[in-house]
């Protein structure tokens, strides 16, 4: 983050955005200091925009896993105000873990790094290798098979508990299917979803 000072806000944020080479849109800002005497005023502003936050997280990840004596790749781009993260290793089973274990807990840590770094809830996505999209490939196709099984039977399906990224692609997917509805139910780990017929 960047510190930017002005007599007034938009002295900052106009400085801020020359400095940059920004639009006004693109800036996030944090009045973090005012000073209003009667000769002198003060506004200290801290900034970042999203490309700021990228490299923030790729410098983090790429830190983080160099340590643990990975050798690292990543590419990482922003879409529809969304960044995601592709890492590849030299040993991506290790830290994907069993049924995507050890990546949810990584993303867990860097999306708290990030969001600690900028004092706010960024929408952050790390994938290792391609793992998650092809797990997300699979629930689809699993969504649709047992979605058609459903009006075919018109009989519920209980599934069995699984992560709220895939939960969240389901729902999604079951929602474009007729005469269908899911639900969510159980805590933590044993959060699982049901898929119902409507009429």
Do not use: W
């Not at 200091?33 to 700021?52: P, R």
């Not at 990543?74 to 105000?81: A, F, L």
């Amino acid at each position: 983050m960047k510190t930017y000072e002005g007599k007034t806000v938009d002295d900052a944020i106009s400085f801020a955005c020359q400095d940059l080479g920004i639009a006004l849109d693109d800036l996030n800002y944090e009045i973090i200091e005012e000073k209003k005497g009667l000769f002198s005023k003060k506004v200290v502003i801290e900034c970042y925009t999203t490309d700021m936050i990228q490299t923030y997280m790729e410098d983090f990840v790429r830190k983080t896993l160099t340590n643990m004596d990975f050798e690292v790749e990543i590419v990482s781009y922003i879409q529809d105000g969304r960044i995601f993260c592709n890492i590849n290793t030299n040993n991506n089973s290790i830290l994907i873990g069993k049924n995507g274990v050890i990546l949810r807990a990584l993303n867990l840590i860097v999306k708290n790094a990030v969001n600690h770094e900028f004092k706010k809830r960024v929408e952050l996505s790390l994938d290792i290798n391609g793992y998650k999209e092809n797990r997300y490939k699979k629930v689809m196709g699993l969504s649709k098979r047992l979605g058609k099984q459903v009006q075919r039977t018109k009989t519920p399906i209980k599934l069995d508990p699984m992560p709220a990224d895939e939960r969240k692609v389901m729902h999604q997917t079951i929602s474009k299917m007729s005469n269908l509805k899911t639900e969510s139910q159980g805590e933590g780990k044993n959060r699982y979803i049901t898929i119902s017929y409507v009429d």
